[in-house]
């Protein structure tokens, strides 16, 4: 039942203040329109609503609105979206309205952008092997279908390319080894400069993978509060895909920073007390809202599978963005400034780097049954090579053993032919091929995380032979 007050008490900045007669209720994220006194309106929604006072965030700029002759409206439902799959192959804006110019979407139903709880007891452990086409992921930080994986990355490091690339790689195999099925693609932009937006829409265009995707765009010149509603609306379009359409789907969004910063500004509008930073305290609450959306559902065949991107400023990576979003996902892909100043991509930095449910999608049947056991030695080899490379800085190369440098020389070899592949997409055999090929630089008797058997089958029974030779054709 929608409610209408003239009572409208304060605006400041993002935030409309209005005043409830006696007896009055609203309920928390309830939509709102401010009708100024031009007649130009403004869509907002229930912040907090207190027992004679409601706090509106307006989703529009509030340049222009003037207390005197405006009037609130309460709608009395809350921001729901319309679905259907004929948002596929569609770009929206961060308030879900299509902005390429084609037809309006004819809705399959609406749905509540805040989701629905999902039964702790109904999701299923994620456990099929997502191939990315990424040698450091796919091999060494394994992401499975229903993960939220996030990338942290600095500026002016590729991480829009490597979006890009996994977006258009992406695909599933299911625990029987069979598959190779694409995804469908949610890809959400929070925030970013109009260059940005348009490199993945044309990238996306490029690559005819923009048929299978759906575009949710806020650039840095939209309303900030829109920021905080377009992840959103790209996890309410995902999860109708999945659960109710059975697709796999792959949801992209960039930069989490700049919608912390979203959350920041309305807190300090609020004039609460600041947390870590100057981030709300509630901050940790509000973004494992958005994770937590990923995963699969027992009986359901279509899962959401979440890559959010953020920019660490001054690469700092216990800055509280970051660091609350380590404790709530599964890991994290982090690319290393000085593999990018070297001219290698993608820079994964590989030993920060970890995904914690790797070892749910590696093994025979999924990878191969070398997997595991092949990545152990590739870490240890490198990290031991790294910490050379230090020593030598030091005592000079000619102090150190025979075993050393080839450990050393692994190290180079590793970051220039299997840290950076360029934008070649590699299935998982190919790359732990590849894995075995480098571990020939190293001494047998350094190699003690491999079993035997595999050691003969795959590094001198010819695979990575066979690898080898594709590569030169």
């Known amino acids: 039942m929608q ?26 994220e309830e939509l709102v329109i401010l009708t100024l006194a031009d007649g130009k309106e403004r869509l907002g929604k229930v912040l907090d609503a207190q027992k004679d006072l409601a706090i509106v965030q307006l989703f529009e700029s509030p340049q222009g609105i003037s207390t005197e002759g405006s009037k609130a409206r309460f709608l009395g439902e809350t921001f729901r979206l319309a679905v259907s799959e004929d948002m596929l192959g569609r770009t929206f804006d961060g308030r879900g309205q299509p902005i390429d110019g084609g037809p ?35 091999a060494l930080n394994t992401l ?56 993945f829409i044309n990238e996306f265009k490029k690559t005819g993978a923009i048929e299978r995707s759906v575009l949710f765009i806020n650039t840095a010149d939209n309303p900030v509060i829109e920021r905080i ?36 500004e309305v807190s300090a509008a609020r004039k609460e007390v600041p947390g870590r930073g100057g981030f709300p305290g509630y901050m940790y609450t509000d973004l494992s809202t958005l994770y937590e959306r990923a995963g699969r559902i027992r009986g359901k065949s279509g899962s959401v599978t979440q890559l959010p991107i953020m920019t660490m400023p001054n690469d700092d990576i216990t800055h509280p963005i970051i660091d609350l979003t380590g404790y709530i996902t599964e890991g994290q892909i982090v ?31 999924k990878t191969r049954e070398d997997h595991s056991n092949v990545i ?42 299997f840290i950076s592949q360029g934008e070649t ?30 050691m003969e089958k795959y590094m001198k029974g010819g695979a990575a032979a066979q690898t080898s030779e594709k590569a030169e054709a």
């Not at 377009?230 to 697709?247: M, Q, S, V, W």
């Not at 100043?341 to 995904?355: F, I, M, N, R």
């Not at 070892?359 to 049947?365: A, I, L, V």
């Open 335 to 365: 690319l290393g400034r000085d593999l990018h100043k070297k001219g290698l991509y993608p820079s994964v930095a590989v030993l920060p780097s970890l995904s914690r449910l790797m070892g749910k999608g590696q093994g025979e049947g």
């Open 229 to 264: 509603a377009t992840p959103r609306l790209a996890l309410t379009t995902a999860e109708y895909l999945a659960f109710e359409k059975g697709k796999h789907v792959l949801v992209v969004y960039t930069d989490v920073t700049n919608y912390c910063e979203a959350l920041r």
């Open 3 to 28: 409610k209408e007050f003239k009572t409208v008490r304060d605006i400041v900045g993002p935030l409309a203040f209005i005043e409830l007669p006696e007896g009055e209720k609203v309920t928390y």
């Open 425 to 454: 997409n590699r299935e998982i055999e190919e790359s732990l091929n590849l894995g075995w090929e480098l571990l020939k630089a190293i001494p047998e008797t350094e190699l003690k995380r491999v079993k035997k058997e595999y």
């Open 104 to 138: 309006k979407i004819i809705a399959d139903k609406r749905i509540d952008i805040n989701g629905a709880p999902i039964n702790p007891a109904s999701r299923e452990m994620p456990d099929d092997f997502f191939q990315t086409g990424v040698s450091t992921i796919d």
């Open 376 to 417: 152990a030695q590739l870490f240890a080899s490198y990290a031991y090579g790294v910490e050379m490379r230090e020593l030598a800085v030091i005592l000079g190369e000619s102090s150190l053993s025979d075993s050393d440098r080839a450990h050393l020389k692994f190290a180079e070899q590793f970051e220039e032919r």
């Open 144 to 199: 499975v279908r229903g993960q939220k994986l996030p990338i942290f990355s600095g500026s002016g490091l590729p991480h829009n390319k490597l979006a890009a690339q996994i977006a258009r790689q992406a695909k599933v195999r299911s625990a029987d080894g069979s598959g190779g099925e694409e995804f469908s693609i949610v890809f959400a932009a929070m925030g970013v400069p109009f260059e940005e937006a348009q490199y």
